[in-house]
């Protein structure tokens, strides 16, 4: 992820707004609607009953036991049923840097480790030169880490580049102003393991921008889907490489974007994840 993930797109995130929940018709309509009569308690009979199904069915389903493990080839690479399924497992307890570490050596640490060096590499924290060089010594194998850092290094110091998402050769967002860059994953697959290397795709979404009065480039979403090449080095996952695609992306819906105040107060008051496959 690096320059190329953030920032290809210094435009184009969407804004995060506010969702309406319709209560039961039994208490009227919310949003000022007559209550409708006539076959209110046969349609609400039907609705319980249609509940209720769907309970027996998913406690059928979650109940079914472990038989179809046991047919299973052992090919944890192959997608199944229930590829988008939690695994269950912790997320890791130890960090490095502040960025999680200690990762299990199977197919499911692989991916975890992905999902968490996307957060890191996506973070507003790249855009400062100290905790960059911290971040890129973390994620990346040592033997690729002094190359990449020389490389960021270049990309990052453009004061073009930094101009033109609103920042200043330092990567200080402007007075009254809060830089915002978050990677949000979505998913992860393993497309490829062994016990000392992985390869993995993370999907996520990403949020980049100002967010305060007057910002020329407010706060909004893109989707990516990058897919990490990693080394077990050190005791531990570490990235070789990666690859930066578009999307999926869904389809927007019509909620209204937050005010500049909101969304600064989301970004300051809502922290990360540590992620688990």
């Known amino acids: 992820m690096s320059l190329g993930d953030e920032r290809e797109s210094s435009g184009g995130y969407g804004g995060t707004g506010q969702t309406r929940t319709r209560l039961p018709e039994s208490g009227g309509d919310v949003y ?13 009979l039907v609705t319980v009953v249609g509940v209720v199904v769907l309970l027996i069915a998913a406690i059928a389903f979650a109940n079914r036991g472990g038989d179809d493990s046991a047919s299973d080839t052992g090919d944890e690479n192959q ?42 590499l996506g973070s507003a924290e790249m855009f400062n030169t100290a905790r960059r060089h911290e971040i ?26 930094l101009s033109n998402i609103g920042l200043d050769k330092d990567g200080a967002a402007p007075a009254g102003q809060t830089f915002v860059s978050r990677v949000i994953p979505v998913g992860t697959k393993a497309t490829s393991f062994s016990s000392s290397a992985a390869t993995v795709e993370v999907w996520y979404t990403s949020l980049f921008g100002l967010s305060g009065d007057g910002s020329t480039n407010p706060v909004s979403e893109s989707w990516y889907t990058t897919t990490y090449q990693l080394t077990w080095v050190d005791n531990d996952w570490k990235v070789t490489d990666f690859q930066q695609k578009d999307g999926p992306v869904p389809v927007g819906r019509d909620q209204r974007a937050s005010t500049a105040d909101d969304m600064t107060k989301a970004v300051e008051e809502y922290g990360g994840f540590t992620y688990a496959r």
């Open 32 to 44: 000022g609607g007559a209550r409708r009569g006539g076959r209110t308690s046969s349609r609400s």
């Open 79 to 120: 997608p199944t049923s229930s590829t988008t399924a939690a695994s269950g497992a912790r997320p890791v307890a130890g960090k490095a840097g502040g960025i999680p570490a200690g990762f299990a050596r199977d197919a499911q640490g692989a991916q975890s480790a992905a999902a968490n060096y996307s957060v890191a």
């Open 136 to 161: 890129v010594d973390m994620v990346y194998a040592p033997d690729i880490a002094a190359r990449r850092q020389a490389e960021l290094d270049n990309a990052y110091s453009s004061e073009g580049f």
